[in-house]
Every structure is written in structure tokens, then in C-alpha cells.
């Protein structure tokens, strides 16, 4: 016996709009699919290569991040545009909107670690790393602390400007920094945010530091962390 092809109610299929007048209800139709808002992260410190969104979000597969790049993009949320030669490759880009996003990476952040369950031993990118920094520097600790803090995360370098209670970090060279900090996202997140000492790490191999120690060693401790929420019923 032949059967008909089953047909999903349109309520149980994938839906991209809420129908809701809420613009948070209109920003997850925007950006509320699963991957968007991690693309739009490895975006917020400048353009990158298709290639390179894939090796930053290893769990993604070349058909959803197309998908993703050309929904954000229809959205007005990124652009593509070639660049110059030599290089002459396409690279994706957020938008001047699209980067007025961070408050919302910023927000999450927050709230999310606070988080019972979250488990930091697992990857992450310098993307997220960086993002990292801007959204835990405490103000207080930070006031009068002044320092240009250089990354080496493999071929990638970034520049940090710490002023004034605040820090900018941008993709660029490291020379004249007055500290320079070589490693991977994870072993920089475990002496910030972990607490492990910046000697163990240099011994073990897998930190080197260069310049100012006396900026490293302040500067690990102005990123605390917020204490973790209570599973206990809140007031109504």
C-alpha cells in the first residue's frame, strides 16, 4: 500500500518569525538561530575569511554557516566584500549595526557566568576571549592602571590599550607594547579567570611573558568573576 508523504503541521516546522511586535521578539527573528549570535561574535573584532569562521567555530558545518552569513546578511546584521590584492579574498564583516551588538554579548556573558553548569574547560576562541575582557574588566580595579598589552595567540596578534578604568583590544601588531603575553585562549583565560600562577604556566611551557611583569601580575587580577546564582526560588 502506498502512503502518503506526512506533512508537518506548519506550528511543529522551524519558524524564523515569532509574529510578536516585541522587538526582543524581532531581534531572535534576526538573530535567534542556533550559531547566529557565535558567527556574529567571531565577527566583533573584525572581518574574517569563511575558512577562518570555520576553524574559530569548529562545531559548524560549511552548509550552516552559509546559511547563517547570508540570513545576517539580508538582515543588514554583516556584509562581504573582497578584499584588495594580494590578498584578494572575500572576508565577512559586521556592519556599523551589527557591531552596536556587543552590550548584548556583554549581557549574556554576565548572566551566563553566573551559571551552576557552566563549564569553562571547554574550547573557546580568541574571539571570545577578547570579548571576554571587555565585558569582565572591573572598573575599580582597574582605576589607574595604564599599560599597551600585547597577545600572540599562534599567528594572530592583538593589541590592548588599558586606561582610565576601561580596555579597547583590536587585531593588530604588538610592537612597543610594555607587556607582551604569548599562549592560547584557554591557557590566558586560566591565569586570568582560573588563578593559576603566571610562573606554573611559564615552567609548564605554555605561557611566555615578555616585558612589564609588574602590569602581568596586575593586570590578571582586574577580570573577577561573578559569584554563581542560587538554584533556590527567587522573590515573586
Known amino acids: 500500500m502506498k502512503l502518503d508523504k506526512i506533512t508537518e503541521p506548519s506550528e511543529t516546522r522551524s519558524r524564523r518569525h515569532y509574529e510578536d511586535a516585541c522587538a526582543a521578539a524581532h531581534a531572535l527573528d534576526l538573530v535567534g538561530e542556533r ?11 573584525g572581518p574574517k575569511r569563511f575558512s577562518d569562521l570555520r576553524e574559530s567555530l569548529p562545531g559548524i558545518s560549511a552548509n550552516v554557516l552559509t546559511q547563517r552569513l547570508e540570513s545576517l546578511e539580508s538582515a ?3 556584509f562581504k566584500r573582497r578584499l584588495p590584492p594580494p590578498a584578494a579574498s572575500q572576508v565577512y564583516e559586521l556592519t556599523e549595526w551589527g557591531y552596536e551588538s556587543e552590550p548584548i554579548f556583554q549581557a549574556l556573558g554576565r548572566w551566563a557566568a553566573r551559571s551552576p553548569s557552566h563549564n569553562p574547560a571547554l574550547p573557546f576562541s580568541a574571539a571570545s576571549f577578547f570579548l571576554s575582557l571587555r565585558t569582565m574588566l ?12 600585547g597577545f600572540r595567540l599562534g599567528e594572530e596578534t592583538f593589541l590592548a590599550h ?5 580596555i579597547e ?3 593588530g601588531p604588538v610592537d612597543g607594547a610594555d607587556l607582551v603575553l604569548t599562549g592560547t585562549a584557554p591557557v590566558l583565560a ?16 605554555v605561557l611566555q611573558v615578555e616585558g612589564d611583569r609588574a602590569l602581568a601580575e596586575t593586570f ?10 542560587s538554584l533556590r526560588g527567587g522573590a515573586v
Open 35 to 45: 550559531w547566529a549570535l557565535l558567527v556574529m561574535r567571531e565577527l566583533m573584532l
Open 76 to 78: 543588514g546584521v554583516l
Open 138 to 149: 572591573d572598573p575599580e580595579r582597574a582605576k589607574g592602571v595604564t599599560g599597551r598589552i
Open 162 to 166: 588599558l586606561a582610565d578604568g576601561r
Open 169 to 171: 583590544i583590536a587585531r
Open 190 to 205: 586560566g591565569t586570568i579567570y582560573g588563578g593559576q600562577p603566571l610562573e606554573v604556566l611559564e615552567q609548564a611551557g
Open 220 to 229: 590578571i587580577g582586574l577580570f573577577p568573576l561573578p559569584a554563581k546564582a
